[in-house]
């Protein structure tokens, strides 16, 4: 089945404490990205990336690292959390970066930072 | 800088009749545009793609407009049940720009 997986799904830790959310899909998708949803705020990308070891900023990259060494994973880092990174996160992936292809996202990772 | 608002936060209506979402965008020109159907909890599942020539797509009871005069897509739901109560989310790509989404509308059907 075609899928975005991400792990966790929830996580409470405490500030300053390194964690870092995996993401993998099987689509063999070149293009992945990570967005942050707050509530009023709506989808904000974090980080993309169009292929492996290719990544750029998204909107709100501050806080955050990933990497690409495998066209299947993209994890998101949170070297030092903040709390005002408490939020609900998605990974997405499409083949490409082009917006005629539908992102396939995967269920979201629910991150509580005290 | 490049924006696409969805002017209702929230839409009731009653179940059986057209539910009408609208996504309004400024300061470019998008190639595509998108919809997504959000579940409370889940990731957002894509619904449709319309592009900058069409006019019109339709899926089962879905469909969706692009007007690029009005700068403006409308996706519709025919004969809405209490099933399609959610968030919708549009989101659109101009040029080499990645994919923007809308807040979103919540939509209640109301049986």
């Known amino acids: 089945e075609a899928q975005v997986t991400q792990n966790p799904r929830y996580l409470i830790t405490v500030t300053g404490k390194k964690l870092t959310v995996t993401c993998s899909q099987n689509?063999?998708?070149?293009?992945m990205s990570w967005y942050r949803q707050d509530p009023g705020l709506g989808l904000r990308q974090i980080y993309y990336?169009?292929?492996?070891?290719?990544?750029d900023k998204g909107d709100v990259p501050e806080g955050y690292k990933v990497s690409r060494k495998e066209k299947r994973n993209f994890p998101l880092i949170l070297e030092s959390p903040s709390p005002n990174q408490t939020s609900l996160y998605f990974c997405?992936?499409?083949?490409?970066?082009?917006?005629?292809?539908?992102?396939?996202f995967g269920d979201g990772t629910r991150l509580s930072i005290l | 800088s490049q924006k696409i608002e969805q002017n209702s936060e929230a839409l009731n209506i009653q179940e059986g009749k057209t539910a009408t979402l609208t996504c309004n965008y400024t300061n470019y020109s998008p190639a595509y545009l998108q919809w997504y159907r959000q579940d409370p909890g889940r990731g957002p599942v894509f619904l449709l793609l319309i592009r900058e020539n069409e006019k019109e797509k339709r899926k089962e009871r879905l469909k969706v407009t692009f007007d690029t005069t009005l700068k403006q897509s409308l996706f519709h739901i025919t004969a809405s049940q209490p099933a399609d109560s959610a968030t919708y989310l549009c989101a659109s790509v101009g040029g080499n720009t990645p994919l923007v989404f809308g807040k979103g509308t919540r939509l209640s059907v109301i049986a």
């Open positions: 997405a992936s499409t083949p490409n970066q082009g917006g005629n292809q539908p992102q396939h």
């Open positions: 689509m063999n998708h070149e293009y």
């Open positions: 990336s169009m292929n492996v070891e290719v990544t």
